[in-house]
C-alpha cells in the first residue's frame, strides 16, 4: 500500500492506493495513531484494493479504533461501492462518505451540525408554549360585532 499526503489548509488529504493487506496494516495504524494525530483528515480510496478479508476486516478495525478515540476528525471519499456499502454497515452514521475530494474538504469548512439521538437540540432564546395551558382572552375582537 501507497500512501500519498497532501495539506489543504489545516486539512490532510491521504490518498491510498494499491493494496491493503495484513503486512501493510500495522504500519498504517502507527502512521494514523502517530503523525495524524489531532488532525482533520480526508482518506481518498479511489486507488485502494484489499486482499482477502483479512485486509479489510484489519482496516475496518483501525477506522473504528480513529473514529472510538477520537484520534482524528476524519471523512472519507472516493470510496467504491463495494467498500461504501461496508463502511456503512460497520460504522453505521459515524463516518461521512462523500463522492469526491472537494466535498470531504468542503464539509471540513462547512461543517454541518450533527445532532446525535436523544440529545434535545438547544436552540438559544426559544421558549415553547403549551397552548393547553393558555386561557383565552376575554377581549376576543371575533365577539365585538
Not at 500519498?4 to 495484513?22: A, C, F
Not at 461501492?81 to 470531504?104: C, P, S
Request: proline share 5%; aromatic share 8%; charged share 25%.
Amino acid at each position: 500500500m501507497r500512501a500519498e499526503v497532501t495539506k489543504n489548509g489545516d486539512i490532510t488529504i491521504v490518498r491510498l492506493e494499491g493494496h491493503i493487506s495484513m503486512d501493510t496494516v500495522p504500519l498504517f495504524r502507527e502512521h494514523c495513531m502517530n503523525k495524524l494525530k489531532g488532525e482533520k483528515v480526508v482518506f481518498d480510496l479511489s486507488g485502494l484494493n484489499f486482499v482477502g478479508s483479512v485486509g479489510i476486516t484489519s482496516f475496518f478495525e483501525i477506522i473504528k479504533d480513529l473514529v472510538e478515540l477520537h484520534v482524528l476528525d476524519l471523512k472519507f471519499c472516493s470510496v467504491k461501492t463495494e467498500f461504501q456499502r461496508l463502511l456503512q454497515a460497520w460504522f453505521a452514521d459515524n463516518v461521512d462518505i462523500y463522492e469526491a475530494k472537494e466535498q470531504a474538504v468542503l464539509a471540513f469548512l462547512n461543517p454541518v451540525p450533527k445532532v446525535l439521538s436523544g440529545q434535545p437540540i438547544r436552540i438559544p432564546n426559544f421558549h415553547l408554549i403549551d397552548e393547553s395551558f393558555i386561557e383565552p382572552s376575554s377581549e376576543d375582537p371575533e365577539d365585538e360585532d
